[in-house]
């Protein structure tokens, strides 16, 4: 465990002396009134008081927080797929990536109410710089990518990672998830980075890599949210890099990201969980491609081509895509109510009167549909 010491989350042991020493951190104090604004503090102290485990603290508090979450601000999380899944199997979850913290949340309150393994989670160090989120990220079981390394330490840094989830998922029979991608996807258009799958790679040993991915049992895995709290937000970054200028992150956005895609209006969420990649499809690949970027290459192309076909299209992607297009492609696929709605939408959020703006807010919402079509039509 040495090697992976400083990335791992927290051993069960140390569940209850964590707890103790942020119960009265604001920010916790904040997430516990949230999720249990009807129980005193001495109430929230005896719940934490109970939890010696991640499976615990997870089950009691943060499966009650993501509860709250999808009351106050979706139409409701709905899933499928999950019902043709192993509960006594560990799985490689690989998805599109929208939200920091909430894809792995709301997979894992899926995961949790079909008893099926829940996972270790991957996330970017970057994104838990406060104390406190590293805090609750252990006490979540989510492990860390270290992000802005020199290519020497970057090498290094990957083969400790890759061999940590190796660890996981075949030593300790835990699932795991990671993002298809490092960060997350901010235009809407989601396709599997050949790095990660690369990075994953590594640690195979002697096997060759069709036999070490059909041993993680991937299973391709798509995040559909009717709407983007934060698309918004996400708009400085995507015009920047339209117009080929250097995006710098103020000191705040991933923890204002973090806030505004819990709490903002998400719409309907749908999680669809895909057939496990099997031993036949790596094997194909290995037989079509002699080289290892090949294979890889498709290997991302095979996984994207899972996610798309269970990604859920909204209303809201149809409405996108026809007001990019200016065509009236997909207006069966919405009510004339649902694209004024969307429209109102538009002007509150952008100045639908700048061209690249506009194209880049509806490219954001209209891309799955594109993609999609791009795949499959």
Sequence with gaps: ????????????????????????????????????????????????????????FQSKVIYNSVLKVIEKSTEGLTYSGFDKLDSRQAYFYMSNHRDIILDTCLLNTTLYEQDLIMTASAIGDNLVQKPFLMTLSRLNRNFLVKRGLGPREMLKSSMVLSAYIKKLLLEDGRSVWMAQREGRTKDGSDYTQQGVLKMLGMAKGKQSLAQYFADLKIVPMAISYEFDPTDILKMPE?????????????????????????????????????????????????EKHASINAQLKAIASKIDEHIYRNYKLWPANYIAFDLLKNSETYAEKYSDKEKRQFERRLTRRIDVKNPLELNSYLLMYANPVINKEALYE
């Design 1 to 56: 465990m040495k090697e992976f010491e400083d990335i791992r989350f927290y051993k069960d042991s140390e569940v209850q002396p964590a707890l103790m020493e942020y119960l009265g951190h604001p920010m916790i104090k904040a997430l516990l009134q949230f999720t249990f604004p009807e129980k005193s503090s001495e109430e929230i102290a005896a719940i934490l008081g109970t939890c010696h485990s991640i499976r615990d």
């Design 238 to 286: 995507i015009l920047a890099k339209r117009m080929k200028e250097e995006y710098v992150k103020s000191a705040n956005e991933d923890f204002n990201s973090i806030m505004q895609g819990a709490l903002g209006n998400k719409g309907r969420i749908h999680i669809n969980a895909g057939e496990v990649l099997g031993k036949e499809v790596f094997e194909e690949i290995e």
